[in-house]
């Protein structure tokens, strides 16, 4: 059983497009995230949603837009796609939304721009 | 600058050896957490330890936490070639009130058969 999944795996776009990915968990958590992990392997938190509510925005182009039709889902947009996007994004759930809380992290989704 | 900085960037031991990571951090703490990364997958929670406590066992897994020094261990024992993956300390941070975590860079294990 898949806790937290995303799809697609793997996203092969040109410069300029647009494309989504999605998430979902069937752990019954309430708060989802969207982390950014680049080249170097450095994971940053893009943002987190508490029961279908933004909690968390951190410093993100307005081309990136999450959206939760459900606090089981937690699904990302981009907009006009740059190189700099380039990178896997992961997807994680937590129960509540504390840091102390364990988070469970989906496979990622390989994002290359072309 | 990052919370959490992992040390070393990547380690390489034989099979049966025990191996030694290192995160440091730069401000105060309630909880500190170890996850791995196995190549090509998404990261896996290992180990919770909080700031009121030094140290803690989980298996194979010992970690160790000094807050006065800002930094944290975590060690594996009797490695085995399953233990090839990275390894990301992270700490809680709050963000406007809430609260989030904030991953240092990781340690490349290498487990050699």
């Known amino acids: 059983d898949t806790a937290v999944s995303q799809t697609p795996k793997y996203l092969v776009t040109q410069m300029g497009n647009d494309k989504s990915i999605k998430c979902e968990q069937n752990l019954g958590h309430d708060t989802m995230y969207w982390y950014k992990q680049d080249s170097k392997k450095f994971l940053k938190i893009m943002f987190s949603?508490?029961?279908?509510?933004?909690?968390i925005n951190e410093t993100v182009p307005n081309r990136f837009s999450p959206k939760s039709p459900d606090k089981a889902h937690l699904n990302l947009h981009i907009n006009s796609l740059e190189l700099g996007d380039s990178a896997v994004y992961f997807c994680?759930?937590?129960?509540?939304?504390?840091?102390?809380?364990?988070?469970?992290f989906g496979p990622g989704t390989r994002l290359t721009v072309l | 600058s990052q919370q959490g900085e992992e040390d070393p960037q990547a380690l390489s031991i034989q099979e049966g050896e025990n191996a030694t990571m290192n995160c440091s951090y730069k401000?105060?703490?309630?909880?500190l957490q170890w996850y791995r990364q196995n190549s090509g997958r998404g990261l896996v929670h290992l180990i919770l330890?909080?700031?009121?406590?030094r140290e803690k066992h989980s298996g194979r897994l010992r970690v160790t936490l000094d807050t006065s020094k800002k930094s944290s261990s975590l060690l594996i024992t009797a490695s085995r070639a399953a233990d090839t993956a990275s390894y990301f300390c992270a700490t809680d941070a709050k963000d406007f009130g809430n609260e989030k975590l904030t991953f240092g860079t990781g340690t490349r294990l290498t487990i050699i058969p």
């Open positions: 330890i909080r700031s009121n406590e």
């Open positions: 949603y508490n029961n279908k509510e933004l909690i």
């Open positions: 401000t105060s703490i309630n909880n």
């Open positions: 994680a759930s937590s129960q509540v939304v504390v840091g102390t809380d364990t988070q469970y």
